[in-house]
């Protein structure tokens, strides 16, 4: 089967632009998390989709952060406007049932940086 | 609230070796799951081994195992038998089991560890 897919693998933009990040999940997968690593500290979580609704968004930094899960099969996360502490690794994982009982498996990251 | 230490930023070790990764971690929770995740250069992060805080057995998973204190709140990992590919970002993760916040993990800043042929 195939993974958890990000896209793009890495992205720069300037302080101020729009960015867009988009995970597809393995098929079949209701669950799916949003996770950062900004450089150098722990990877913190962002939120949760069960499906196409939020069960858990006390991750998100701020309103400058925009999740969606239209249908419930891909996410994009959507940063606007961007600003340097931005920066790091935006990490997608899906799950097939809550994460008790599943395993969750990750995608590559998208790199993003903020000049 | 829980949280994850991970004292070694970066560690390397002779290939065929030894090596062990520290974690620690806070928690006032009596039962919840720690985790041990491996991310190879640019790839996905993967599941090494799993342990479950009511278990008192150390969990292994071939040349992986656990060293599970839990009245010491440390969970290290070590790789017996270092091959190259075991070369990646190692992260320390843990879950609580039920309730608020079962599904999110709580990580540690992760340790690089570097085989040296």
């Known amino acids: 089967e195939a993974g958890v897919t990000q896209f793009p693998s890495h992205s720069v933009i300037e302080k101020g632009q729009t960015v867009t990040l988009r995970c597809d999940p393995i098929?079949?997968?209701?669950?799916l998390y949003w996770y950062r690593r900004v450089m150098g500290k722990e990877i913190k979580f962002l939120l949760h989709?069960?499906?196409?609704?939020?069960?858990?968004e006390s991750g998100m930094p701020n309103n400058r952060f925009l999740a969606e899960r239209t249908g419930g099969t891909y996410s994009t996360l959507k940063v606007q406007p961007a600003e340097l502490e931005d920066s790091g690794v935006y990490f997608c994982?899906?799950?097939?049932?809550?994460?008790?009982?599943?395993?969750?498996?990750f995608g590559n990251g998208t790199r993003l940086t903020v000049t | 609230a829980q949280t994850v230490t991970q004292s070694q930023p970066e560690m390397s070790v002779q290939e065929a070796e030894t090596v062990t990764l520290s974690c620690t971690y806070d928690?006032?929770?009596?039962?919840?799951?720690l985790f041990w995740y491996k991310q190879p250069p640019s790839r996905q992060m993967i599941l090494v081994i799993r342990?479950?805080?009511?278990?008192?057995q150390n969990a292994t998973e071939n040349r992986f195992s656990v060293n599970f204190q839990k009245a010491a709140k440390s969970f290290s990992l070590k790789i017996s038998d270092s091959q190259l590919g075991d070369a990646a970002m190692y992260f320390c993760?843990?879950?609580?089991?039920?309730?608020?916040?079962?599904?999110?993990?709580?990580f540690g800043q992760g340790t690089r560890l570097t085989i040296n042929p």
């Open positions: 928690t006032s929770e009596s039962d919840y799951y």
């Open positions: 098929s079949g997968h209701d669950n």
């Open positions: 993760a843990y879950r609580t089991p039920l309730g608020e916040g079962a599904q999110k993990l709580v």
């Open positions: 342990q479950e805080a009511y278990k008192q």
């Open positions: 994982a899906s799950s097939q049932g809550e994460a008790e009982h599943s395993p969750l498996h």
């Open positions: 989709f069960v499906k196409e609704s939020k069960q858990d």
